[in-house]
């Protein structure tokens, strides 16, 4: 495998669309992640939360984002009351980390929803909407801010874990058309807790797993930025020490490396500006594929 492929539509009219390709990067952390690709495609698992599409287009705007995390939040306690709430503003950053605090403590960390028996006897979308409430509550917190598309595969199982060399791929560094792995765990990992002043949080969950979800970055970050993020990790993680410590992790453990790894770069000619003014006419995600 040379290339990851990622085919964009429109919600109303799947004949229009638009491909994004992408070269992969030959390291021993892609080949794993291929595995996971191809394993979700045997699988037939469908993209899920095919909207995520982050400030490319305005499309995903407040309004789109409340009246979809309401409409799930009552379908979800309608099976079962959880919430009892609704979202008035999507900058109640308050209110969001409630929700988010339920949506942990009722799934757990990636499987452990199976050994939750409010899962038992619900119908099939009961934890897939409550999945999508937790994503929306992610895309509320991102409204004007990094564009960005997210891939995910829901049905598939999220148990493989980093290894230390995994570790050393890591980078707070963004770049432009740049593929990279995206956080797959239930919880808030350094770079949240960091930047969200969260007490209702149900756990904190460093980088544990990887799946075949991705994320596709159209943004740039400079030297200074990167620097200046990674002293504002580093001091989260030497100022709650004691709380780090109790959940089994030193200051030095590799396990609280920030950043993500990057797997593939965009293959194009068109200039930046050409790709985001391309990008405003696609709402979708339709297929991603490897070739």
């Not at 620097?227 to 993680?237: A, H, P, S, T, W």
């Not at 030193?250 to 770069?265: F, V």
Request: charged share 30%; hydrophobic share 30%; aromatic share 10%.
């Amino acid at each position: 495998m040379e290339y990851a492929t990622l085919r964009l539509s429109q919600r109303n009219d799947h004949t229009q669309y638009f491909d994004l390709k992408f070269k992969l990067i030959q390291n021993t952390f892609t080949k794993k992640w291929i595995e996971r690709v191809l394993k979700a495609q045997q699988n037939q698992c469908p993209i899920s939360e095919t909207w995520a599409i982050y400030n490319l287009n305005n499309h995903l705007d407040h309004n789109f984002i409340k009246n979809n995390l309401n409409r799930l939040i009552n379908e979800v306690d309608q099976e079962h009351e959880l919430f009892r709430v609704q979202i008035k503003d999507v900058d109640d950053q308050d209110a969001l980390n409630k929700i988010h605090a339920i949506f942990e403590e009722t799934h757990g960390q990636l499987e452990q929803w199976k050994n939750n028996p409010i899962f038992k006897n619900k119908s099939k979308m009961f934890r897939k909407n409550l999945s999508e409430i937790n994503q929306l509550v992610h895309a509320c917190e991102n409204i004007g801010g990094s564009r960005r598309i997210r891939v995910v595969w829901f049905d598939l199982p999220k148990y493989k874990t980093f290894t230390a060399d995994d570790y050393k791929l890591f980078t707070n560094t963004k770049k432009f058309g740049s593929l990279y792995h995206m956080y797959c765990d239930v919880g808030k990992n350094i770079e949240d807790l960091s930047k969200d002043n969260d007490n209702h949080h149900h756990d904190f969950v460093p980088n544990l797993h990887y799946s075949a979800d991705c994320l596709i970055e159209f943004n740039d970050r400079d030297e200074k930025t990167v620097i200046e993020l990674e002293k504002k990790y580093q001091d989260y993680i030497s100022n709650n020490q004691d709380v780090l410590g109790a959940k089994g992790y030193e200051s030095d453990d590799p396990r609280l490396t920030t950043g993500r790894i990057e797997i593939a770069r965009l293959q194009t000619e068109l200039e930046q500006g050409q790709i985001l003014e391309k990008l405003k006419n696609y709402d979708n995600i339709h297929a991603f594929f490897l070739s």
